[in-house]
């Protein structure tokens, strides 16, 4: 295999990667608060890139405009979504508060659809040149940007979590909600920005592939299918294996719809999902639990 050749489906691979890598933090996240996993994620991403399409296209608005009026509308999105959707049914078993958050994806894709219609938009990139060349590596501008993003969110989620007194709050919710009330933190409250911060991760992601990919209802679905298969292969409630699991799983479809099929690029994700649940089931990161029989 030519080196040039590589780096640039390893480059490709990253990219693509890192979206899932933002949406499996959200996943990881809300798992982590609330020990329920919300099939909503993806309809986040896919919001976030109507809002652009909405604001950047119908409203004319500046782009760095369009994003943060998307990025705080998205917040709003998801102190709505658990209000009206995780809050009432906290003190429910897992099972009820997992269909909600199906519903609530179901609902949430088909009121786009009315809106909008099944015809996909285009929606453009932040940089109006489509990139430079190093050597034999053609650099996309949307790819840069996207890992660029990726590692400047990594870096912030690191120092929030460690050095900072809500981040703090936030982990001890997501660890023993109860000890964390008799500790005096105020734990719906914690799990509200949770919440929040998901729903921002994933309308970002959803911002960022956009340009890339056409933004339709089926976004959603496609990037979280790929994004929950990340988190289970990293190791499901850690965030370290969500975004590798999630980088891992960029590179392996891009160098798998290179030398392997296209058609089938889709697969590849959910046979390594197949794999790794037969052989480490607990995923790269996770801890085996033993079970009494």
């Known amino acids: ?147 660029g993003v990726t590692i400047l969110l990594v870096a912030f989620q690191y120092f929030f979590f460690e050095h900072t007194l809500i981040g703090k709050k936030m982990q001890a919710t997501s660890q023993d909600k109860e000890m964390a009330s008799l500790l005096g933190i105020p734990v719906a409250g914690m799990i509200m920005l949770t919440f929040v911060y998901s729903a921002i991760l994933g309308g970002l992601a959803g911002i960022l592939v956009a340009p890339i990919l056409f933004v339709s209802v089926g976004l959603g679905s496609q990037v979280a299918l790929k994004a929950f298969a990340a988190s289970i292969i990293g190791g499901f409630g850690d965030v370290t294996g969500a975004i590798v699991g999630g980088l891992s799983l960029g590179i392996i479809e891009t160098f798998g719809a290179a030398y392997v ?26 801890e085996k639990v033993a079970q009494k029989a």
């Not at 889709?266 to 996770?286: C, E, N, W, Y």
């Open 261 to 286: 099929s296209v058609p089938y690029k889709d697969g590849f994700a959910f046979l390594v999902l197949f794999a790794f649940l037969l052989i480490r089931p607990q995923g790269l990161f996770g």
């Open 1 to 147: 295999m030519p080196m040039a050749i590589f780096l640039q489906l390893l480059f490709t691979g990253i990219g693509i990667g890192a979206v899932y890598s933002l949406v499996a933090l959200g996943f990881v996240l809300i798992y982590r608060a609330t020990n329920v996993v919300n099939f909503a994620q993806g309809e986040f991403a896919m919001l976030g890139a109507y809002l652009m399409v909405v604001l950047t296209q119908d409203l004319n608005l500046p782009y760095w405009a369009a994003i943060l009026i998307s990025l705080v509308a998205m917040g709003i999105i998801g102190a709505l979504f658990n209000l009206g959707v995780y809050y009432p049914l906290r003190h429910r078993s897992f099972l009820p508060v997992v269909i909600s958050t199906i519903g609530a994806s179901i609902l949430l894709t088909n009121s786009v659809l009315v809106g909008y219609g099944p015809s996909p938009e285009n929606l453009a990139g932040l940089f109006d040149f489509p990139g430079f060349q190093l050597g034999g590596v053609f650099l996309d501008s949307q790819y840069l940007l996207i890992i």
